[in-house]
C-alpha cells in the first residue's frame, strides 16, 4: 500500500520498520500496516520494504505519553536556571510569565511547544491546564478561551491531547487566591465543574479533571471535583506531595498528610494519577498502591526544582504504576525522564537494576496513555492507535550496541535529537527530524517565547 492521507489521518499506508519493539522484543523487519488511523495488521520477518511502503529506519517504539505537562513554563526555560533558590522562588518567576498569556499567545506557545514534543517522539500530552481566566481573574467571552487554545494548537501541532482542567481555588490552606492566582480560579468548586462541562472531546482530545493540590482546592471541593470525573469515567490527575511544607501545611490544618486527606475525600483510584509523590510516609504509600492509584514521576522537574527522589521502587511495589512527564519542561526528552527515575534511585540506593530497559519503556509509553485515559495505546499490536516513534541506531549516541540490545542503547543513551519519525493516527508528524508543518520549531518556540516574556 502507498501513504493516502485523507485529512489530519491516513486512510492505507504500510510502514516498514527495521527494528520494531513488539511486546518487550526487538523484532527485525516488521511491517505496520495502517488503515483509518489504527494499526490493521503487525507482520513480522519483512526483511525489506515492500514497493510503496514507508521505511523507517531504526528502532520504532509505541509513540511516547507527556503525562504531565504545563506547557507555558517552556517559556521559562533558562531563566530560572540564573542564581539559586528554592521550589518557591521559582514559583514567583513563573506567575510573572502566566501573567502575559492570553488566548492567542498561550495558543501560539502551545503550539510550538507540542511540535517540540513531536520531535522527542511524543504522540500524547497530559496538559494540566490552570490558566483559565485573563488578568486578575477577568472572565473571556468564552469562558474556555485558554483550554479550546490547548486543544487546537495540538491539533495543528500533530499530537494528541488529554486536557485536564484543573480547579485551582485558594493560595493555601485558608487563604483566598492572591492577584497573580486569580485568573486560575472559578470561585468554587461547583462553578469549576460546570465551565469544565462545557468542554468537548473529539478525535484528537480528551477531557479529563486535576485537582491542583490540597493546597490549593478547599477539602469540601475534593470530592466535587472526583464526582466530576467519576461521571464522566475520565481521568484525574492531583499535584501531591511535591514539597515538605505541603505536607507540613496540610497536617497542621486538617491532622492528615495530603494522601490521606484525598483518600478520605474520594479523590484515590485507578482512575487517578498523582503527580511527583516525592515525599510520601509508609502509610501514603500503603494507601496510593492499595488503591491502585498511579503516579507520574517527572524526574527533570523534581532535580530541576531540587524538589528531592520520589519512592518510586515503594510505590511500584505497593501496586502503583508509574508514567513520565516532563512538567516544568527544564528538558523535554522522554528518554532522559526514563532513565533519570532509574538513575536517580540508583543514586539513593547505591544499588543498579531496579527497572529493565523494557519496564522504563513501558512507563514511558502504555503506561502513559493509560493515565492519560487511552487505554489500548502505546503497544504496536493489531487494533491500536497507529501512534508510533522511530528513533536511530546510528547516532554518537546509540551506535554501537548489537540490534538485540537496541531498547537498552535508546533508554540509556538516545536523546530526543535521536528522534527520526513521529507517527499519530497513521499520519507521520515528524519525517526525517523535521515537523511536517512546523518547519522551523525553533524560530516558533523563539517568536512565543519572546511574546510572554518578562
Not at 491531547?161 to 461547583?190: H, M, N, V, W
Not at 482530545?205 to 493540590?213: E, K, Q, W
Not at 466530576?228 to 514539597?243: I, K, M, N
Not at 492528615?256 to 498523582?274: N, S
Request: proline residues 4%; aromatic residues 6%; glycine residues 12%.
Amino acid at each position: 500500500m502507498t501513504e493516502t492521507e485523507t485529512g489530519r489521518g491516513t486512510a492505507a499506508v504500510t510502514y516498514w520498520a527495521e527494528y520494531g519493539w513488539l511486546n518487550g522484543v526487538v523484532e527485525p523487519g516488521v511491517a505496520l500496516e495502517v488503515a483509518d488511523g489504527v494499526l490493521a495488521a503487525v507482520r513480522t520477518g519483512v526483511e525489506t520494504p515492500g514497493r510503496g511502503d514507508v521505511p523507517l529506519r531504526g528502532l520504532t517504539v509505541p509513540g511516547m505519553a507527556n503525562v504531565h505537562s504545563h506547557c507555558f513554563h517552556r517559556a521559562l526555560r533558562g531563566t530560572v536556571q540564573v542564581g539559586s533558590g528554592t521550589f518557591w522562588t521559582w514559583r514567583e518567576v513563573m506567575y510573572q510569565f502566566a501573567a502575559h498569556l492570553n488566548p492567542d499567545t498561550y495558543f501560539a506557545l502551545a503550539r510550538a511547544v507540542y511540535a517540540e514534543m513531536a520531535l522527542a517522539g511524543i504522540t500524547a500530552v497530559g496538559e494540566f491546564h490552570y490558566l483559565h481566566h485573563g488578568r486578575d481573574g477577568a472572565r473571556y467571552d468564552d469562558p474556555n478561551a485558554m483550554g479550546h487554545a490547548l486543544i487546537a494548537a495540538a491539533a495543528e501541532a500533530g499530537i494528541r491531547i488529554t486536557l485536564l482542567d484543573t480547579c485551582y481555588l485558594a493560595a493555601g490552606f485558608g487563604k483566598d487566591p492572591g492577584k497573580q492566582q486569580r485568573r486560575f480560579s472559578d470561585g468554587t468548586a461547583e462553578a469549576w465543574a460546570e465551565r469544565a462541562a462545557d468542554l468537548r472531546e473529539d478525535a484528537n482530545t480528551r477531557i479529563g479533571a486535576a485537582i491542583h493540590s490540597v493546597r490549593a482546592v478547599p477539602a469540601a471541593g475534593l470530592g466535587t471535583v472526583a464526582e466530576w470525573a467519576a461521571e464522566r469515567g475520565a481521568p484525574l490527575h492531583v499535584h501531591l506531595s511535591e514539597q515538605t511544607a505541603e505536607n507540613d501545611a496540610c497536617r497542621k490544618a486538617t491532622g492528615h498528610t495530603p494522601t490521606q486527606l484525598l483518600a478520605e475525600h474520594g479523590v484515590t483510584g485507578r482512575r487517578t494519577t498523582a503527580v511527583h509523590a516525592t515525599h510520601l510516609t509508609n502509610a501514603d504509600i500503603a494507601l496510593l498502591g492499595g488503591s491502585g492509584t498511579g503516579v507520574c514521576m517527572c524526574p527533570t522537574t523534581e532535580r530541576d526544582l531540587a524538589d528531592g527522589i520520589g519512592p518510586a521502587v515503594a510505590l511500584q511495589r505497593a501496586g502503583t504504576t508509574l508514567s513520565l512527564g516532563s512538567d516544568s519542561h527544564a528538558v523535554i526528552d522522554p528518554f532522559e525522564e526514563a532513565r533519570a527515575m532509574e538513575l536517580d534511585e540508583r543514586l539513593r540506593s547505591r544499588t543498579r537494576g531496579h527497572w529493565t530497559a523494557g519496564q522504563l519503556l513501558r512507563a514511558a509509553t502504555e503506561h502513559g496513555h493509560a493515565a492519560l485515559g487511552r487505554p489500548g495505546t502505546g503497544r504496536l499490536e493489531r487494533g491500536a492507535p497507529a501512534d508510533f516513534t522511530t528513533v536511530a541506531l546510528d547516532s554518537v549516541r546509540t551506535a554501537g550496541p548489537e540490534p538485540r540490545l537496541a531498547t537498552e542503547a535508546v533508554i540509556f543513551a538516545a536523546t530526543s535529537a535521536d528522534v527520526r519519525h513521529t507517527v499519530v493516527g497513521g499520519r507521520r508528524v515528524v519525517r526525517d527530524g523535521s515537523h511536517s508543518t512546523i518547519p522551523d520549531v525553533p524560530a516558533a518556540l523563539t517568536a512565543a517565547i519572546a511574546a510572554v516574556r518578562v
